[in-house]
């Protein structure tokens, strides 16, 4: 089974988009999407969190994910980079999406 989270990153919009985690991730997503770049290239970074590298076509930089389960039990809280030593690391937020037949459920 496999949960695709919202990603969101402000002062790095290309993160901004989707990523797909399933039973066998561990410290990398299966897919990362952002809205602006289309799909990505991961690379994972090891360790026991999510850690892992994410490229884009006609981007000239990776980005670095480094993050931890949030509080709430839904997702995954941390931190995002670009490599740039100057501009230091932005927030990075991962949000399940609600699967259908709940979110529909919910409304009723």
């Known amino acids: 089974m496999s949960t695709t989270y919202n990603t969101s990153c402000n002062l790095l919009p290309d993160l901004n988009g989707t990523m797909v985690m399933d039973g066998s991730s561990t410290n990398a997503p299966t897919s990362y999407t952002s809205t602006a770049k289309g799909a990505g290239t991961i690379t994972p970074l090891g360790g026991s969190n999510l850690h892992f590298k994410v490229t884009f076509v006609g981007v000239t ?3 670095k994910i ?6 709430a039990g839904n997702g995954y809280d941390g ?3 670009d490599n740039d030593l100057e501009a230091g690391e932005d927030v990075w937020t991962a949000t399940a999406q609600q699967p259908e037949e709940q979110t529909a459920a919910a409304g009723k």
Not at 66 to 71: L, P, R, S, V, Y
């Open 66 to 71: 480094n993050a931890n389960g949030n509080g």
């Open 79 to 81: 931190t995002a980079n």
């Open 61 to 63: 930089k990776p980005y």
